[in-house]
């Protein structure tokens, strides 16, 4: 659905902004990525259009900051060459996904470094920044203060040994790189040391009563989603620190201050600045939505944690600036999709990562069908193949591929593709039409307020309700018999079953938009608006259908076995073949040693019978060729053990998007 006509506000109409969490450039989105921010914000953009508002859809990729730093220094490039490599990489995977950016912009630009450095300038003339001194790790072996996410240790408060020095990827804690227990610098493994360092800090503290008021207001107008408002909530309950929003790094926005120059803002309060200034990259006139609070709602999808940069530190950061801001409308939040059990991981090759699903030959509209039907809205949810398969076959196929193409076919066959003449008001005693009608719009009343509430899992379900009820009016009354015997009824029935075709044409194209199209082709008519009420003659008698096509195939159920091997299967069936095969090794090893101790004893003891006096050079020998087997099986059985605490990466929440 992107255009390349300019989107801007119009004076008394519903003015939309979307965002969806920009993703960090530095790794390659995996499923759980797709579904927690760009395709949930990509359903909302769409249904927002399709009811005529003007709409915009802006993301990015988020690429400044130590996580950027740390990746080039691993693979050898430069931050820059990196960013450019990787943006390429996400924007062609949303693509293939179907995500309808109006436009996907990146917060290395210049409009980043103006606008983030202004919204700094006045936060200090307000009195809201401070500067101090404090304690921070060094490492004396390449002679460089470390960011938090050069240092890596285990977490203070759970004891996860792979926690990084600005979060726990496991309990979701927010640390500090001194508080790791047994630190450890990212770039050669050395034990930092710490060291005094001067960073400007963003008193928050400052600002709680400001943003404890936006919170009350903006949570109950915007209907945030609740696992949004109680990660909100939990921040403002604790009380607001003053954090450091400056590092010492190359990698990021100048420090516009004498003093600095050798420091960058902090990406957690540098990133949400990326929208506005993406936003600027798309047009001149940015403030016409970002400086618009009484015409523009802004919505804002991501992970849940990420909640307290969008909620709390952003916001704080535009009351602070004393500037007029379009601030938070509605939060969206998701849990964490797993996969089959587990963890993405990608070093383990656990799950389905960027180019993964297309190289299933399953098409976009299929994916992210089932992604919005199991989108994790109120807990974690899982990706599992066998549900996946089971998705298309019993639901998009047997539901909405079966109405659809038997119904076109039938009316290419038998009516040379022409709509017969009916009457949207016809009714008898074999079916109650009118009620039908009314039982589609009481539906469609359902599709349409959970949508604008953005229950997008809830809307999903009943456009597929709709369905049904297509399939309904079809089954038993759509054959030959009934065309010859019964031709009244039969043309309204086919009037009202193409209408509903129709119909949802529409209401599927925030969910499945190349679907949505392939209905308006052979139905030969252009997508309509979603309306609030449906009335069955959109499509009159004489309109002639285009050809039929299949919207969904088949997948064949052996394929779940083959893509669970290939995409890691479940970690719990993964670690319970390697505890079998150590336990089967360990066993066979045990048995082995047995026998031959057993062996030697009886060799001894047959030898003791024989020749008293060599009792005791015999056992020395039968002890040492005993002995040294046994450390040949340990070894072997030691190769073959699960290794302990190398899951960690598996056990932590998936990668999120930025910031």
Same mark, same amino acid.
């Given at each position: 659905?992107?255009?390349?006509?300019?989107?801007?506000?119009?004076?008394?109409?519903?003015?939309?902004?979307?965002?969806?969490?920009?993703?960090?450039?530095?790794?390659?989105?995996?499923?759980?990525?797709?579904?927690?921010?760009?395709?949930?914000?990509?359903?909302?953009?769409?249904?927002? @259009?399709?009811?005529?508002?003007?709409?915009?859809?802006?993301?990015?990729?988020?690429?400044?900051? #130590?996580?950027?730093?740390? !990746?080039?220094?691993? #693979?050898?490039?430069?931050?820059?060459?990196?960013?450019?490599?990787?943006?390429?990489?996400?924007?062609?995977?949303?693509?293939?996904? =179907?995500?309808?950016?109006?436009?996907?912009?990146?917060?290395?630009?210049?409009?980043?470094?103006?606008?983030?450095?202004?919204?700094?300038?006045?936060?200090?003339?307000?009195?809201?920044?401070?500067?101090?001194? +404090?304690?921070?790790?060094?490492?004396?072996?390449?002679? $460089?203060?470390?960011?938090?996410?050069?240092?890596?240790?285990?977490?203070?408060?759970?004891? &996860?040994?792979?926690?990084?020095?600005?979060?726990?990827?496991?309990?979701? $804690?927010?640390?500090?790189?001194?508080?790791?227990?047994?630190?450890?610098?990212?770039?050669?493994?050395?034990?930092?040391?710490?060291?005094?360092?001067?960073?400007?800090?963003?008193?928050?503290?400052?600002?709680?009563?400001?943003?404890?008021?936006?919170?009350?207001?903006?949570?109950?107008?915007?209907?945030?989603?609740?696992?949004?408002?109680?990660?909100?909530?939990?921040?403002?309950? @604790?009380?607001?620190?003053?954090?450091?929003?400056?590092?010492? /790094? *190359?990698?990021?926005?100048?420090?516009?201050?004498?003093?600095?120059?050798?420091?960058?803002?902090?990406?957690?309060?540098?990133?949400?600045?990326?929208?506005?200034?993406?936003?600027?990259? &798309?047009?001149?006139?940015?403030?016409?939505?970002?400086?618009?609070?009484?015409?523009?709602?802004?919505?804002?999808? %991501?992970?849940?944690?990420?909640?307290?940069?969008?909620?709390?530190?952003?916001?704080?950061?535009?009351?602070?600036?004393?500037?007029?801001?379009?601030?938070?409308?509605?939060? *969206?939040?998701?849990?964490?999709?797993?996969?089959?059990?587990?963890?993405?991981?990608?070093?383990?090759?656990?799950?389905?990562?960027?180019?993964?699903?297309?190289?299933?030959?399953?098409?976009?509209?299929?994916?992210?069908?089932?992604?919005?039907?199991?989108?994790?809205?109120?807990?974690?949810?899982?990706?599992?193949?066998?549900?996946?398969?089971?998705?298309?076959?019993?639901?998009?196929?047997?539901?909405?591929?079966?109405?659809?193409?038997?119904?076109?076919?039938?009316?290419?066959?038998?009516?040379?593709?022409?709509?017969?003449?009916?009457?949207?008001?016809?009714?008898?005693?074999?079916?109650?039409?009118?009620?039908?009608?009314?039982?589609?719009?009481?539906?469609?009343?359902?599709?349409?307020?959970?949508?604008?509430?953005?229950?997008?899992? $809830?809307?999903?379900?009943?456009?597929?309700?709709?369905?049904?009820?297509?399939?309904?009016? /079809?089954?038993?009354?759509?054959?030959?018999?009934?065309?010859?015997?019964?031709?009244? !009824?039969?043309?309204?029935?086919?009037?009202?079953?193409?209408?509903?075709?129709?119909?949802?044409?529409?209401? *599927?194209?925030?969910? %499945?938009?190349?679907?949505?199209?392939?209905? +308006?082709?052979? /139905?030969?008519?252009?997508?309509? *608006?979603?309306?609030?009420?449906?009335?069955?003659?959109?499509?009159?008698?004489?309109?002639?259908?285009?050809?039929?096509? &299949?919207?969904?195939?088949?997948?064949?159920?052996?394929?779940?076995?083959?893509?669970?091997?290939?995409?890691?299967?479940?970690?719990?069936?993964?670690?319970?073949?390697?505890?079998?095969?150590?336990?089967?090794?360990?066993?066979?090893?045990?048995?082995?040693?047995?026998?031959?101790?057993?062996?030697?004893?009886?060799?001894?003891?047959?030898?003791?019978?024989?020749?008293?006096?060599?009792?005791?050079?015999?056992?020395?020998?039968?002890?040492?060729?005993?002995?040294?087997?046994?450390?040949?099986?340990?070894? =072997?059985?030691?190769?073959?053990?699960?290794?302990?605490?190398?899951?960690?990466?598996?056990?932590?929440?998936?990668?999120?998007?930025?910031?």
């Amino acid at each position: 659905m992107a255009t390349t006509k300019i989107i801007l506000p119009e004076e008394g109409k519903n003015n939309i902004l979307i965002t969806s969490a920009l993703p960090y450039v530095n790794n390659i989105p995996h499923l759980g990525n797709v579904i927690g921010s760009v395709l949930s914000a990509d359903v909302y953009s769409r249904f927002s @259009k399709l009811r005529n508002r003007p709409t915009l859809f802006i993301c990015g990729t988020d690429e400044y900051g #130590t996580a950027t730093e740390a !990746r080039a220094r691993e #693979t050898g490039q430069t931050p820059k060459e990196l960013c450019d490599e990787f943006h390429v990489k996400h924007k062609a995977i949303y693509d293939w996904f =179907e995500i309808g950016f109006d436009y996907f912009g990146r917060t290395t630009t210049e409009q980043q470094t103006v606008i983030a450095q202004d919204i700094f300038m006045k936060l200090y003339k307000n009195g809201y920044l401070e500067e101090r001194t +404090t304690l921070q790790p060094y490492c004396e072996h390449h002679h $460089s203060f470390l960011a938090d996410r050069f240092v890596e240790g285990t977490c203070p408060k759970c004891q &996860y040994d792979d926690a990084r020095g600005d979060q726990c990827d496991k309990c979701g $804690s927010l640390l500090d790189a001194l508080e790791l227990i047994n630190p450890r610098c990212k770039v050669d493994g050395t034990t930092p040391v710490p060291k005094n360092t001067t960073h400007i800090f963003m008193r928050l503290d400052k600002v709680q009563e400001d943003v404890a008021k936006f919170f009350a207001q903006s949570s109950v107008e915007g209907g945030w989603s609740p696992n949004g408002i109680s990660i909100t909530k939990s921040w403002l309950d @604790k009380g607001l620190e003053g954090r450091s929003i400056t590092r010492d /790094l *190359s990698w990021g926005t100048p420090v516009p201050l004498p003093g600095y120059e050798k420091k960058v803002l902090y990406v957690w309060f540098d990133a949400c600045i990326g929208y506005p200034s993406i936003t600027a990259n &798309y047009t001149k006139d940015w403030e016409l939505w970002w400086r618009n609070p009484e015409q523009v709602k802004l919505y804002q999808f %991501m992970g849940k944690d990420n909640v307290p940069f969008h909620t709390v530190i952003f916001p704080g950061s535009q009351l602070g600036t004393k500037d007029k801001w379009t601030k938070l409308h509605n939060i *969206s939040v998701t849990e964490y999709l797993n996969y089959e059990q587990g963890k993405f991981s990608k070093s383990r090759g656990i799950g389905v990562f960027g180019d993964g699903a297309k190289e299933t030959g399953i098409p976009p509209s299929v994916w992210r069908y089932y992604l919005i039907a199991n989108r994790p809205e109120t807990g974690d949810t899982q990706f599992e193949w066998k549900a996946f398969i089971a998705g298309n076959n019993s639901e998009l196929l047997a539901n909405v591929g079966n109405f659809v193409n038997r119904l076109v076919k039938f009316v290419n066959a038998k009516l040379g593709g022409v709509i017969p003449e009916f009457s949207a008001t016809y009714e008898d005693d074999s079916f109650d039409f009118p009620g039908f009608i009314g039982e589609v719009n009481a539906l469609l009343a359902e599709y349409v307020a959970d949508m604008e509430a953005v229950h997008l899992r $809830s809307g999903l379900k009943k456009f597929m309700e709709i369905s049904a009820k297509g399939n309904l009016i /079809l089954a038993g009354r759509l054959d030959n018999a009934n065309l010859a015997n019964s031709p009244e !009824r039969t043309h309204a029935i086919i009037g009202l079953a193409l209408n509903l075709a129709y119909l949802l044409a529409s209401l *599927s194209s925030p969910f %499945m938009p190349a679907t949505a199209t392939s209905i +308006t082709e052979q /139905l030969n008519a252009p997508l309509l *608006s979603i309306p609030d009420k449906w009335s069955p003659g959109a499509l009159p008698g004489g309109h002639k259908l285009g050809k039929a096509a &299949y919207l969904f195939t088949r997948i064949p159920e052996e394929k779940e076995a083959e893509w669970r091997g290939k995409y890691g299967g479940t970690q719990a069936s993964r670690q319970a073949e390697e505890d079998a095969k150590a336990k089967k090794a360990a066993d066979k090893a045990r048995d082995k040693e047995r026998k031959k101790a057993k062996k030697e004893a009886a060799k001894a003891a047959g030898s003791s019978t024989d020749a008293p006096q060599e009792t005791a050079p015999k056992k020395e020998t039968g002890e040492a060729k005993v002995a040294e087997p046994a450390k040949e099986t340990a070894k =072997e059985t030691e190769v073959i053990l699960p290794l302990r605490g190398v899951a960690a990466e598996e056990q932590a929440p998936p990668p999120s998007a930025a910031p």
